[in-house]
Structures are given as C-alpha cells and as structure tokens.
C-alpha cells in the first residue's frame, strides 16, 4: 500500500523558516518523481516544486522560486521542502503527490494527507 505522510509544518512568523518532509512507503521511492502541491485556505490547488527520481532535476512555481528547495534523499524514502523567506501568502496545507514516471510529468497517483503551514505575525 502506497503511503505518504507529511511532517514538518507549523506557525512561522513572515520571514521565518520551516522544513517539511514527506515519508514514503509502499513503492520504489527511486524510481519516481514527486512534487508539493498546497491549497490556500478557500483556493485551489497550486503545484510548488517538483523534483526527479534522482534529485538532479528540480522545478519551482514563480512565486516560490529562490525561496523554497525541493530535495530528496533516496536511501531514506524521504523528499522534503525547505521554506525560507516566507510570506502571509505561503499560508496553505501542502501536499506530497507522487507521480507516474521517474521524470517529472505532473500525473499524480498518490497524495499525502498534508501538513498546514501558516504564516502570520
């Protein structure tokens, strides 16, 4: 049974910092890629970073770019998203998804149950 459960988020001050982390199981966690996704409160969702099965490509929304890192690590099961610099409008529940191929194709199978990040002052 495919599992992803995300970890990590929580009240941050604008400007602050967070890590979250999403923990794999039941798949090749290698072998696909992944991506977060967040949903603002009373929006829709908005994908954020993606990453490949082997961590050597990565992609960003505009509005998270320079500010967030997606990395992985493979012998772990584990991806994670480093929050820096954050803003009242990174206020949202964020998503683990996995994706159908080792390359990024934004076809998600799988979704985490997610972990709310709020930023505010």
């Known amino acids: 049974e495919v599992q992803l459960v995300e970890s990590g988020g929580g009240l941050v001050q604008p400007g602050g910092s967070l890590r979250l982390s999403c923990a794999a199981s039941?798949?090749?966690?290698?072998?696909?890629?992944m991506s977060w996704v967040r949903q603002a409160p009373g929006k829709g969702l908005e994908w954020v970073s993606a990453i490949n099965s082997g961590g050597g490509s990565t992609y960003y929304a505009d509005s998270v770019k320079g500010r967030f890192t997606i990395s992985r690590d493979n012998a772990k099961n584990t991806l994670y998203l480093q929050l820096n610099s954050l803003k009242t409008e990174d206020t949202a529940m964020y998503y683990c998804a996995k994706d159908e191929m080792g390359w990024v194709v934004y076809e998600y199978n799988y979704w985490g149950q997610g972990t709310q990040v709020t930023v505010s002052s």
């Open positions: 039941g798949f090749t966690f290698s072998s696909y890629a």
